[in-house]
C-alpha cells in the first residue's frame, strides 16, 4: 500500500499483512491485519507516528523513500510493542538526526527490547507539546489499554488523535476509513475482546478523555481510520459497560459426545424459556469467536470432559484464557462427564478467579447423561433464568 493523505501534509504509511493468520501465536486472524504508521509534515520538523512490524522493515523503507521522505525529525512511539516499534531501529539509522519521542515507561521498554541508545530518545510527560513548525502534537499518556507504556498522540491544529492500538481492529483495508459496517464491528469486536477487554474500567476511562477531545478523525494502528468516531466509541461504550446482555455462552469439549448431548440439551431448554445461548466445540471453533461472545455473555458454562482425573487440557484453556480476559459475566457453571473419577469442576473452577461471578451449581455426570441427569440439568437452567430474571436481562 503506497501513502494516502487524510489531511494536506498528513499521510498513512503503513502496509497491510493480508496472510498473517495468527498474532502474537495465540490470537486466529480472520483477515490478516495492518501495522499502521504516519506521517505529519510541518512548516519546519517532520515526525512519523508509530512504525513497522519488524518483517515488513524493508518494505516500509521503500515506501519512504519511493514517496520521497528524505529527512525525519522525530519518531513518535505510542507504545513499545513490535508490531509498532519494530522498525526504529533501522528509522534512526536511516536518519541519523532523528530522534524518539515518547513516555518515560516506553523509553525504558525501546531501550530493552530494540537497543535504542538513551541519547536517541527524548522523553515527554503527559500533555506536553511538541512543535512541528505550523503543527503542534500533544500527548495523553494512557496506560492500560494495553500496554502500561501507551500513549495517545493528538494533532491539534488537524484534530486528528493516534489511538496506538486502542480502537483498533486487525482488518486489512485500501479505503482509508472504517466503512462502519458488520465485518468492522465483527473485527473490532473480536479485537476488543482479545485485547481490550482485560482493561474494561481503563477502556471506559479513555472513551471519556477521548469525548472531550472531541477528535474529528481517530487514527488506530490496527485496522481502518475513524472519520466518524462516535461510530467505534458508542462500540466501546457497550462493550466496556459493566452490565451483560441476556446470553448464555456453552464452550464445550466432548471425547465421546456425552458432554454435547448435554450442550445441546441446555440450549434448547435455555432457548425455549427465552434465554440467547450459543454452544462452541473448543475443538472446532475459533477461539477468537468465544473470545468475542465473552464480551456479552451474563453466563458461562463450561462443559468438559474428564482427563486422567483432570479437566480436558482445550477446556482447561479456555477457562484459563477466560480468566485472563475478565468478562464482565455475572454467573458461572459448569457440566461435565467422567470415567473412573478425579477432580473435574474444583480444578476448572480455580482457573476461573478473576471473575467475579456467582456459580450455579453443576452439574457432573459418569458416562452417558441418563433421565436423574437430565433433571438436574432442568434445575441448572432454572437457576440461570432465575438468575437472570434477577440481573433484570430477562
Same mark, same amino acid.
Given at each position: ?11 498513512? *504509511? ?9 498474532? &502474537? ?7 490478516? #491485519? ?30 519512504? &523513500? &519511493?514517496?520521497?521522505?528524505? =529527512? ?30 515518547? =513516555? ?28 512541528? $513548525? ?15 507504556? #501507551?500513549?495517545? #498522540?493528538?494533532?491539534? %491544529?488537524?484534530?486528528?488523535?493516534? #489511538? ?10 485500501? %479505503?482509508?476509513?472504517?466503512? =462502519?459496517?458488520?465485518? /468492522?464491528?465483527?473485527?473490532a469486536k473480536r479485537y476488543y475482546a !482479545? ?7 481503563? *477502556? ?14 481517530? *487514527? ?13 466509541? &458508542? ?24 458432554? %454435547? ?9 435455555? !432457548?425455549?424459556? $427465552?434465554?440467547?445461548?450459543? *454452544? ?13 461472545? /465473552? ?21 482447561a484453556n479456555v477457562a484459563y484464557i ?35 461471578? %456467582? ?36
Amino acid at each position: 500500500m503506497k501513502f494516502k493523505q487524510i489531511k494536506e501534509n498528513i499521510f498513512y *504509511c503503513g502496509l497491510n499483512d493480508a496472510d498473517r493468520i495468527i498474532f &502474537d501465536e495465540l490470537i486466529p486472524l480472520e483477515h490478516g #491485519t495492518t501495522y499502521n504508521s504516519y506521517l505529519i509534515n510541518g512548516s519546519e520538523k517532520t515526525a512519523i507516528i508509530d512504525t513497522m512490524y519488524p518483517p515488513f522493515t524493508k518494505d516500509y523503507l521503500d515506501n519512504l &523513500d &519511493d514517496s520521497g521522505v528524505k =529527512n525525519v525529525d522525530y519518531i513518535i512511539a505510542n507504545h513499545g510493542e513490535q508490531d509498532h516499534s519494530g522498525s526504529i531501529p533501522a528509522l534512526l539509522e536511516k536518519y541519523p538526526n532523528a530522534k524518539v519521542v515518547t =513516555n518515560n515507561v516506553c523509553k525504558g521498554n525501546i531501550m530493552e527490547m530494540l537497543l535504542v541508545s538513551e541519547d536517541r530518545i527524548i522523553v515527554i510527560k503527559d500533555k506536553e507539546t511538541l512543535s512541528l $513548525g505550523d503543527k503542534t502534537l500533544e500527548f495523553h499518556i494512557v496506560p492500560g489499554v494495553h500496554w502500561p507504556d #501507551t500513549m495517545f #498522540t493528538r494533532l491539534i %491544529e488537524d484534530n486528528i488523535l493516534f #489511538t496506538c492500538d486502542f480502537l483498533g481492529a486487525h482488518l486489512p483495508f485500501e %479505503e482509508l476509513y472504517s466503512k =462502519n459496517d458488520d465485518e /468492522l464491528i465483527s473485527c473490532a469486536k473480536r479485537y476488543y475482546a !482479545e485485547i481490550m477487554m482485560p482493561f474494561r474500567p481503563m *477502556c471506559k476511562k479513555y472513551v471519556k478523555l477521548i469525548d472531550e477531545i472531541k477528535p474529528e478523525i481517530i *487514527c488506530p494502528s490496527h485496522g481502518p481510520l475513524h472519520d466518524r468516531p462516535e461510530f467505534i466509541l &458508542d462500540l466501546y461504550r457497550d462493550w466496556a459497560s459493566d452490565e451483560p446482555k441476556n446470553l448464555v455462552l456453552i464452550p464445550y469439549v466432548s471425547m465421546y459426545k456425552s458432554v %454435547e448431548e448435554m450442550a445441546v440439551y441446555l440450549k434448547e431448554k435455555l !432457548e425455549s424459556k $427465552g434465554v440467547k445461548t450459543l *454452544c462452541f466445540d473448543i475443538i472446532e471453533s475459533d477461539l477468537g469467536d468465544i473470545a468475542m461472545n /465473552l464480551v456479552d455473555a451474563a453466563t458461562i458454562i463450561i462443559g468438559v470432559s474428564m482427563v486422567l482425573a483432570s479437566p480436558h487440557p482445550a477446556a482447561a484453556n479456555v477457562a484459563y484464557i477466560a480468566n485472563l480476559l475478565k468478562p464482565k459475566a455475572k454467573f458461572a457453571s459448569f457440566i461435565g462427564s467422567y470415567g473412573w473419577g478425579g477432580d473435574l469442576f474444583g480444578k476448572l473452577g480455580g482457573m476461573l478467579s478473576n471473575l467475579k461471578v %456467582e456459580v450455579i451449581e453443576p452439574v457432573l455426570v459418569k458416562g452417558k447423561p441418563k433421565e436423574e441427569d437430565y433433571k438436574a440439568l432442568d434445575v441448572l437452567v432454572d437457576s440461570v433464568v432465575e438468575a437472570h430474571k434477577k440481573a433484570n436481562l430477562l
